[in-house]
């Protein structure tokens, strides 16, 4: 135990690791209201060894990583569809054993450069062979039913997604740029944040200049309410696989309760299971003795 703790203890300090953003940042939860920017987080902090590099206030999202999921589950689709179809187009090439000549195709494009590979693709692939699905009934319905449904080409319904929902991202973030500016300027007013679609959460990620000052940060009292960034809503060492985004935007009262509540369950499970159950002994007919329990 003693080796491990001082392997540990030079990786720790070792410049190849506390040179690392990971290392010098420090997760902040429980933040009050008039230290919910950029700006008044980086003058509280600003004193420790090295100061502050730079402040990510954690803002309510709403809808928006549902979108980025939404895109991204619609990018995997496109991409397996795709390889589905390349698959399905060398099979039947294969099996026809002949070769096909796209610019023989070139006088029908219509200008189109695409066009000929459309047309070699739609000579291979018909279009009841397609990659096709079945949207979910409803749209609040995570999954399609068999058989139920809408059916839809899934290369071009994944396009067209792609698409919508790029669209919408970038709007979002711009709103989410301007918010952000707004916070900034305006000291992360109460009267400001009602009027944002974003407004912060009560989390930040901070910065450092120096892994020192990441530790010192964590350690320190900085409010003197409860619940209000103490030590125990500090971390350090905080990898983004790590962190439960969702819960960030939480309040300091609910995730409380939540604690609260999940003990007084662990507890009564323990006890629950600890309670002895009845018991009898039965006799078998070569006489050995079986305990039983109920």
């Known amino acids: 135990m003693k080796n491990y703790v001082q392997v540990r ?11 690392t953003a990971q290392a010098c940042s420090v997760l902040v939860t429980g933040i009050p209201p008039k230290y919910l920017s950029e700006l008044s987080l980086t ?16 803002r309510d999202l709403k809808d928006m990583p549902d979108l980025y999921e939404r895109r991204l589950k619609a990018c995997d689709l496109l991409e397996s ?7 399905i187009a060398v099979k039947r090439n ?9 610019g023989d195709k070139e006088n029908s494009s219509g200008g189109d450069p695409e066009a000929p590979h459309k047309a070699l693709l739609e000579e291979l692939v ?3 062979k397609r990659p ?3 949207l979910p009934l409803f749209s609040w319905m995570p999954f399609s039913i068999p058989f139920v449904g809408k059916k839809v080409d899934t290369i071009e319904w994944a396009r067209k997604q792609v698409h919508e ?6 709007q979002e973030r711009e709103s989410l740029a301007k918010d952000i500016a707004q916070t900034s ?18 989390a930040a990620f901070i910065l450092f200049n120096k892994q020192l000052a990441a530790h010192i940060a964590a350690q320190t009292l900085t409010h003197d309410e409860p619940y209000r960034m103490s030590a125990s809503q500090k971390y350090i060492e905080v990898a983004p696989e790590d962190v439960i985004w969702d819960n960030l935007t939480m309040n300091n009262y609910d995730r409380r309760i939540r604690s609260v509540l999940s003990w007084a369950t662990t507890i009564g499970l323990i006890l629950l299971w600890s309670i002895p159950g009845q018991s009898h002994a039965t006799q078998n007919d070569d006489g050995r003795t079986d305990l039983v329990f109920k």
Do not use: C, D, I
């Not at 003058?43 to 590099?53: I, S, T």
């Not at 929902?165 to 970038?170: D, F, G, K, R, S």
């Open 94 to 102: 294969k099996k026809k054993k002949k070769a096909v000549n796209a």
């Open 9 to 19: 203890q030079e990786y720790l300090v070792s410049e190849a690791h506390s040179s």
């Open 165 to 170: 929902l790029t669209a919408q991202l970038e």
């Open 132 to 134: 096709s699905h079945r």
């Open 43 to 58: 003058r509280l902090f600003n004193h420790l060894p090295g100061g502050v590099r730079q402040v990510w206030v954690n």
């Open 126 to 128: 018909p279009r009841q």
């Open 185 to 202: 300027a305006a000291e992360a007013e109460t009267t400001v944040r009602k009027h944002q679609m974003y407004p912060p959460a009560n």
């Open 81 to 87: 569809a795709e390889t589905s179809l390349l698959n």
